[in-house]
């Protein structure tokens, strides 16, 4: 990976651009002039036509993979195809190469401006898992909620806790996110009642892509994890908390987090993170040996948090944590999610859990930033507080990984809260 490091594409690309030549995520687009839905990659301020490139030939396809409305045609082709493939186009962007370079009418064929492009989900979702694997956050949670002396519950550190979530509800960045009604019950109050929810709250999370499917009744051994990994999405777990509160007990969270998920529409491969593995955090104590191996990787990857109000003129920083944070792998959430034989799909997703560092200023909720509304948070441009979002508010969520002179970054993920609809 070291050798790509110096490489510059013949495309103007700000040094400060989360999509360098050494980042090429990809997605599904689609234009004004060419409504059709096909995949791209993304390149400074550029989508790259992918279903152009292949059908002239460029891109080294046995068959179109690029031509339909989603990735999973390319997923299916698997691992060794997906780095041989990104290799490729690192190599025909590159500044040496004049195949592109010098033909300016398949550039003009080829570049989109992001500006003028729609961008979608990236493959259809068919299952959605989201995991608690922060142990910061989840010492949080457990103090504000459950016993300050033992904050994390007793199963915490021998596995991945989880839950299924509700893919039909995960919208691409951008997509305006409507307060929920629900159940709340006041701590005051003797029984519940049906109000729109007043604790609306943002988690900051990055997700992982399967890329392959499994055999229902085989586990996936935590050594070929790693195959099944198509790339990751930076996430918004929109969380409702007074709903949350009253319905959690005892299987855990369901409409307070069913009623939307924003997600970025570009993924980023694991050769692109590759530059900026570290190793993961020592468990203690070890987990069980299906949750052992050699392979213990995160990434360092800047998770930042802005919010900006209806009165600010400017998006604001409220946090700034760092993927390298989480206790769990993607690794290991993805085998023990199918220990017991449960098979995954392409297309599935899996969530993080909110990602929190030690310091304050790194907690990746409103709840922990708040500190479930007992330290209201700040805002320097107007003086406003805040301990949960209120209409107008706009969430802004940023992943990078800093290299020397460029960046790798998962893309900006939005979201403004709308008011709650009558019913």
């Given at each position: 990976?070291?050798?790509?490091?110096?490489?510059?594409?013949?495309?103007s690309v700000?040094?400060?651009?989360?999509f360098?030549?050494?980042?090429?995520p990809?997605?599904?687009?689609?234009t004004?002039?060419?409504?059709?839905?096909?995949?791209?990659?993304?390149?400074?301020?550029?989508?790259?036509d992918?279903?152009?490139?292949?059908?002239?030939g460029?891109?080294?396809?046995?068959?179109?993979?690029?031509?339909?409305?989603?990735?999973?045609?390319?997923?299916?082709?698997?691992?060794?195809?997906?780095?041989?493939?990104?290799a490729?186009?690192?190599?025909?962007?590159?500044?040496e190469n004049?195949?592109?370079?010098?033909?300016?009418?398949?550039?003009?064929?080829?570049?989109?401006?992001?500006?003028?492009?729609?961008?979608?989900?990236?493959a259809?979702?068919?299952?959605?898992?989201?995991?608690?694997?922060?142990?910061?956050?989840a010492?949080?949670?457990?103090?504000?909620?459950?016993?300050?002396?033992n904050?994390?519950?007793?199963?915490?550190?021998?596995?991945?806790?989880?839950?299924h979530?509700?893919s039909?509800?995960?919208?691409?960045?951008?997509?305006?996110i409507l307060?929920?009604?629900?159940?709340?019950?006041?701590?005051?109050?003797?029984?519940?009642?049906?109000?729109?929810?007043?604790?609306?709250?943002?988690?900051?999370?990055?997700?992982?892509?399967?890329?392959?499917?499994?055999?229902?009744?085989?586990?996936?051994?935590?050594?070929?994890?790693?195959?099944?990994?198509?790339?990751?999405?930076?996430?918004?777990?929109?969380?409702?908390?007074?709903?949350q509160?009253?319905?959690?007990?005892p299987l855990g969270?369901?409409?307070?987090?069913?009623?939307?998920?924003?997600?970025?529409?570009?993924?980023?491969?694991l050769e692109?993170?590759?530059?900026?593995?570290?190793?993961?955090?020592?468990?203690?104590p070890e987990?069980?040996?299906?949750?052992?191996?050699?392979?213990?990787?995160?990434?360092d990857?800047?998770?930042?948090?802005?919010l900006?109000?209806?009165?600010?003129?400017?998006?604001?920083?409220?946090?700034?944590?760092?993927?390298?944070?989480?206790?769990?792998?993607?690794?290991?959430?993805?085998?023990h999610?199918?220990?017991?034989?449960?098979?995954?799909?392409?297309?599935?997703?899996?969530?993080?859990?909110?990602?929190?560092g030690?310091?304050?200023?790194s907690y990746?909720s409103?709840?922990?930033?708040?500190?479930?509304?007992?330290?209201?948070?700040?805002?320097?441009?107007?003086?406003?507080?805040?301990?949960?979002?209120?209409?107008?508010?706009?969430?802004?969520?940023?992943a990078?990984?800093?290299?020397?002179g460029?960046?790798?970054?998962?893309?900006?993920?939005?979201?403004?809260?709308?008011?709650?609809?009558?019913?």
């Amino acid at each position: 990976m070291t050798k790509d490091l110096g490489k510059r594409s013949f495309l103007s690309v700000a040094a400060d651009s989360s999509f360098s030549l050494q980042n090429l995520p990809l997605g599904v687009f689609s234009t004004r002039a060419n409504s059709t839905r096909r995949v791209g990659a993304r390149l400074g301020d550029f989508v790259i036509d992918l279903a152009f490139l292949e059908a002239r030939g460029l891109l080294g396809t046995a068959h179109p993979v690029f031509q339909g409305p989603d990735l999973t045609a390319f997923m299916a082709l698997g691992h060794l195809a997906w780095a041989a493939f990104r290799a490729r186009l690192m190599m025909l962007l590159g500044a040496e190469n004049p195949v592109l370079r010098d033909d300016s009418a398949a550039l003009a064929s080829c570049l989109v401006a992001v500006s003028e492009a729609t961008l979608y989900l990236p493959a259809p979702i068919g299952d959605y898992t989201d995991f608690y694997s922060s142990m910061e956050h989840a010492r949080n949670v457990g103090i504000m909620f459950r016993d300050k002396e033992n904050p994390l519950l007793p199963n915490w550190k021998h596995l991945p806790v989880g839950y299924h979530g509700r893919s039909s509800s995960i919208v691409p960045s951008g997509t305006p996110i409507l307060r929920p009604h629900g159940q709340v019950k006041g701590g005051e109050e003797a029984t519940p009642s049906f109000r729109p929810c007043a604790q609306l709250d943002f988690e900051l999370e990055v997700a992982f892509w399967v890329g392959k499917d499994s055999e229902l009744g085989l586990p996936i051994p935590l050594s070929q994890a790693s195959e099944y990994l198509f790339g990751v999405t930076l996430l918004n777990d929109w969380s409702a908390r007074d709903i949350q509160r009253w319905e959690y007990v005892p299987l855990g969270p369901f409409v307070s987090k069913s009623f939307a998920t924003s997600i970025s529409p570009w993924i980023v491969s694991l050769e692109a993170l590759a530059p900026f593995a570290v190793e993961a955090v020592v468990q203690d104590p070890e987990p069980l040996a299906y949750l052992r191996g050699t392979r213990r990787v995160q990434y360092d990857m800047q998770l930042e948090v802005l919010l900006k109000t209806g009165r600010m003129q400017r998006f604001e920083r409220i946090s700034l944590s760092n993927f390298r944070n989480l206790y769990w792998t993607m690794d290991q959430q993805l085998a023990h999610h199918t220990v017991t034989g449960c098979n995954v799909r392409r297309g599935d997703l899996m969530a993080s859990g909110t990602i929190s560092g030690a310091d304050p200023s790194s907690y990746g909720s409103m709840l922990e930033l708040a500190w479930a509304g007992t330290k209201p948070l700040r805002l320097q441009e107007t003086g406003e507080s805040r301990i949960f979002l209120e209409d107008g508010d706009e969430i802004l969520l940023r992943a990078w990984c800093q290299g020397d002179g460029y960046r790798v970054g998962l893309g900006d993920v939005t979201g403004v809260v709308l008011p709650a609809r009558k019913i």
